[in-house]
């Protein structure tokens, strides 16, 4: 049991170096050698737990959702509609450091996925899960049924879309506005 542990453990400390070297050199730093400096095991560890490269790159991506997961499942359910559906949507944007280096992991292995066919269920669950909790967000706001699968597209476009310029703001400059922006797109849907 321990060693399962163990083994749980150091794949949880390759995969966030893996996100690190990501996020800082781009999918082509993304070595066991620089994985294994980033971490601090030998490169021997690192191939212990990932075999493959493909194997990195499909827990990196995995992990960062699983992260966002975690927070978004940590979010009171018992807090007002309105309020639960704000908390969930900014747990959506890169709105601090660990969260601009969870969407620099999803865009480079995003787009590596285009073409690694390893790699492609792994994205294609990530766009699934993010879809249902766009769906699942615009039904606690009262969107018709018929209208939600739309509806999350849409969501769904506009949250990319504010993520990837508020992963770029300047030091100290505020993503606020990107909030301000969620708030009028959910008052222009909301039926409650």
Known sequence: MSRSIDLEERRR????????VLARDGLGGLSVRNVAAEAGLPPSTVRYAFPTQASVREHAIASVFDRTRERIEAIPADLP?????RAVLVELLPLDDERVIELDVYLALGNAALTDVELRPTLDRVVVEMREWCERVLGVIGVPEADREYEACRLHALLDGLAMHV????????GDWAIDVLDRHVDGVARI
């Open 13 to 20: 400390t390759v995969s966030a170096a893996a996100c690190r």
């Open 81 to 85: 509609p309105r309020e639960w559906v």
């Open 167 to 174: 992963a770029r703001l300047a030091p100290g400059e505020s």
